[in-house]
């Protein structure tokens, strides 16, 4: 078996799993004002941008051939009802609409969600202490219309209340926008990975935790049984979040399900990489390629990942 890994023309010749940059997803977080570029201390590499630096940044990653880019937004000001995720003005919506005027053929996906939107920080409204589905699920219709208005390519709802996937497609539909697809966050974990992202969107929720909507990380049959419910209601693409904890379910999902299938090496698993890179405990490059591998390999087609630009340079 030897003879095959003996020198690099080789084992590139043999190689099972390659990666493309246009499998990648950046992640990008949006922030009001100008000329803004503020690192996100918990993710280096990372930043919260005004719009003006999310176009330039934009630019940059339709160079390097990576497939898009997923927004994230911080408004200005936050309530009890979430309004800057769906106002037609909120600032991904600006976002949306400066980044396709300068590049219309960039992938832009954006969040659906409200945890960055709301002063207590839940995915949804609150009811007796918890959030409340059904009414949640109009907050994140109008958000999926409003996006889609302001120029998405696709729309990826992460909140994980029953139901979402069937109200934002009716409501898409209802607006005139039967081409716009859905990727959900189908099997999303209540994980101990999200750390580091809940500074770079600043969405911590200011009381309990979000428990009682993200899923157990002990349920593996829940998860298919989360992927299916978002296929019947009308999901596009189907997402695994996070990864790497999580290869068993995504090759799982793999197996079942003909959809494309997406995976989020999320915030967590990035900053764990850069710190033990900046300790010299292990080498950033073969560490990013390694962990990205083994995402793809293990079924995923589509990667989020915060290594998108790094990753996308090495491979060209």
Request: hydrophobic fraction near 40%.
């Amino acid at each position: 078996m030897r003879r095959l890994r003996s020198t690099e023309p080789l084992r590139n010749l043999v190689r099972e799993t390659r990666l493309s940059p246009s499998q990648f997803i950046l992640p990008l977080f949006v922030c009001p004002g100008e000329g803004v570029r503020r690192e996100i201390g918990s993710m280096p590499g990372n930043f919260q941008m005004s719009v003006d630096r999310i176009v330039q940044e934009c630019g940059e990653v339709h160079s390097l051939g990576i497939g898009g880019v997923i927004l994230f937004g911080l408004p200005e000001t936050k309530d009890e009802i979430a309004s800057g995720g769906y106002a037609e003005d909120g600032i991904v919506q600006k976002a949306l609409r400066a980044i396709k005027r300068e590049h219309p053929k960039l992938l832009a996906i954006t969040d659906v969600c409200n945890c960055e939107y709301t002063s207590h920080g839940h995915c949804g409204k609150i009811v007796d202490g918890d959030v409340d589905n059904d009414s949640t699920l109009e907050w994140l219709a109008a958000a999926a219309v409003s996006h889609a208005r302001a120029g998405a390519d696709m729309v990826a709802p992460s909140d994980m209340m029953d139901g979402r996937v069937g109200a934002i497609r009716l409501a898409l539909d209802s607006h005139g926008f039967e081409k716009t697809p859905i990727l959900s966050y189908a099997a999303k974990f209540a994980s101990a990975f999200y750390g580091p992202f809940r500074e770079a969107a600043d969405s911590a929720p200011q009381f309990g935790d979000r428990r009682s909507y993200q899923m157990d990380p002990a349920n593996g049959r829940e998860a298919m049984r989360e992927i299916a419910l978002d296929l019947e209601e009308g999901a596009d693409m189907i997402m695994v979040k996070p990864a790497l904890a999580y290869l068993d379910l995504i090759a799982e999902a793999r197996r079942r399900f003909d959809a494309p299938l997406a995976a989020y090496q999320v915030s967590g698993e990035y900053s764990m990489i850069m710190a033990a890179v900046r300790n010299g405990w292990i080498d950033h490059d073969r560490a990013m390629m390694e962990t990205l591998t083994s995402i793809y390999r293990a079924g995923a087609g589509v990667i989020v990942t915060y290594f998108a630009k790094p990753a996308a340079r090495l491979l060209s």
